[in-house]
């Protein structure tokens, strides 16, 4: 596609519940990144791929994150039991290479009640 | 260590001034440092960025000025125009502190510009 694509661009969930975000990054491009933004502050990175392999995933919080990118385009970011200080928009980026600039994508606004 | 600290928190600018945003960072293995630009409902998008081989980079309307030794960098935005009402936010990496790649950021708390007319 033209840009990164992530799906869907809103989504409300109870508290303990599993979610899941996806997002679509730009044809060929390597490395894809997850940050969380929360209101009022800058984006927090949390897991960049290189390919199919989680090349840094120190920035997820906890064991409840975790994330997939199995043939090495598409990702999808998995949160279990979810709490309402997850709350936040999940943003995804990617670049053509891990020293190239990366381009983001719109975000999902994830809200826990 | 890998925190980079952002003022102001907000600004607000008359229609043709200049706006001047700054940043400072304590990581001095740091080595590649984007401005980014965010509008309400997007995400952000790549302004400008430096090395901390040169002193300064400009491009248009907009510059970035480095002073390694301070540890600090800025985004100066020359006549500045209702549409550049937005939030900046300054970044920095490094690869080689453990980094991984130049697309794992370190960002500023952000800076919401609004010009006025």
């Known amino acids: 596609g033209a840009g990164v694509s992530q799906t869907p661009s809103n989504k409300v969930t109870e508290k303990g519940k599993y979610v899941e975000l996806r997002c679509d990054p730009i044809s060929g491009h390597t490395a894809l990144y997850w940050y969380r933004q929360s209101l009022g502050q800058g984006p927090e990175f949390l897991i960049y791929?290189?390919?199919?392999?989680?090349?840094?995933d120190s920035g997820l919080p906890n064991d409840r994150f975790f994330a997939v990118r199995p043939e090495g385009s598409v990702s999808t970011l998995k949160i279990q039991r979810t709490e309402r200080g997850d709350s936040a928009v999940y943003l995804c980026?990617?670049?053509?290479?891990?020293?190239?600039?990366?381009?983001f994508g719109q975000g999902t606004r994830l809200t826990v009640v | 260590q890998q925190q980079v600290k952002q003022s102001p928190q907000s600004l607000i600018v008359q229609k043709g001034g200049i706006s001047i945003i700054n940043c400072a960072y304590e990581?001095?293995?740091?080595?590649?440092f984007p401005w980014y630009q965010q509008f309400p409902g997007k995400g952000p998008a790549l302004l400008i960025a430096?090395?901390?081989?040169?002193s300064e980079k400009k491009e248009g309307r907009f510059t970035i000025s480095f002073n390694k030794s301070a540890k600090q960098f800025s985004l100066h935005i020359m006549d500045s125009q209702p549409g550049d009402s937005a939030t900046y936010f300054c970044?920095?990496?490094?690869?080689?502190?453990?980094?991984?790649?130049?697309?794992?950021?370190?960002f500023g708390q952000g800076t919401i510009l609004t010009v006025h007319p």
């Open positions: 990581n001095t293995a740091f080595d590649y």
């Open positions: 970044a920095a990496t490094s690869y080689y502190a453990g980094g991984t790649s130049y697309g794992k950021l370190t």
């Open positions: 430096i090395r901390p081989d040169v």
């Open positions: 791929f290189q390919g199919t392999g989680a090349a840094d």
């Open positions: 980026a990617s670049s053509l290479a891990w020293n190239t600039e990366a381009f």
